[in-house]
């Protein structure tokens, strides 16, 4: 299941039906579980730990160095989860003490090629990250986000579950979940519905939340009045929790 041409650390821990392909490196602190293919030409190395049932493509970087001036070469990490798909010339970077020290990537992903995660990111289940998506240090990405080709993430802004963003859009500030942004920079542009849909929401409740977008966008309220409005609309849908939640915490701001 190894390619002989592989160069495999003696410290490295891979389940017995891990395969790794021709002149893939895999260094000392590694560990990979079981089900996961390896293509050939990869580099992990760092300390990295790899799920199970991960199908890496060919030249993908995993667990390098953060790109940050102030990483003195910690024992920082790389932590991904179960069954995800990375694609060609992804970068995965490990975090720094400055934060959790951890990037971590959930489960079930879909990560197309030359995509970036740098240091200390978050990114939660069943996203989607089309080619050439950039994320800078700090990012946090919830479940479901469906990011389009060439997005650019700003440092510490915050990409909620359910969203989803146009192909070449610049995020400077926070989405919000079920929003759909676009441009540069970012602006919103109602609901993901579609995408609700296609994860069986009812209908009901994607109503709710298009009242809520527009609570949040199309009333003129305040901020702080729209948060406020918003949480009171949650006792009727229960879904719009994870909006009133993401508002309170937002400290970047949300795109407007």
């Not at 729209?226 to 009171?232: D, L, S, T, V």
């Amino acid at each position: 299941m190894i390619h002989p041409a592989a160069i495999i650390h003696s410290g490295a821990r891979l389940a017995g039906d891990v395969e790794v392909g021709a002149y893939t490196l895999i260094g000392e602190h590694v560990e990979i579980g079981a089900g996961c293919r390896i293509g050939p030409h990869a580099v992990i190395t760092g300390h990295t730990r790899i799920g199970r049932n991960n199908r890496i493509f060919q030249f993908v970087s995993l667990g390098a160095a953060p790109q940050d001036k102030k990483y003195a070469g910690e024992a920082t990490r790389l932590e991904i989860g179960d069954g995800n798909t990375i694609r060609e010339f992804c970068t995965f970077n490990c975090g720094t003490v400055q934060d959790a020290g951890v990037t971590r990537l959930g489960d079930d992903n879909w990560i197309m090629a030359y995509v970036h995660l740098a240091h200390d990111c978050r990114i939660g289940n069943h996203t989607i990250f089309a080619n050439n998506s950039q994320l800078a240090g700090h990012v946090h990405v919830g479940d479901h986000a469906i990011l389009g080709g060439f997005t650019a993430v700003h440092q510490f802004c915050r990409i909620g579950a359910h969203s989803i963003t146009a192909i070449g859009t610049v995020v400077l500030q926070d989405i919000p979940p079920f929003v759909t942004a676009s441009g540069n920079t970012a602006k919103p542009y109602g609901i993901n519905a579609e995408g609700l849909k296609r994860r069986g929401f009812p209908a009901a409740t994607i109503a709710h939340i298009k009242r809520a977008y527009k609570t949040l966008y199309k009333s003129k309220l305040m901020l702080d009045e729209a948060r406020q409005e918003i949480a009171a609309q949650t006792g009727a849908c229960p879904e719009l929790q994870l909006l009133a939640d993401f508002l309170d915490n937002s400290t970047r701001g949300i795109i407007r």
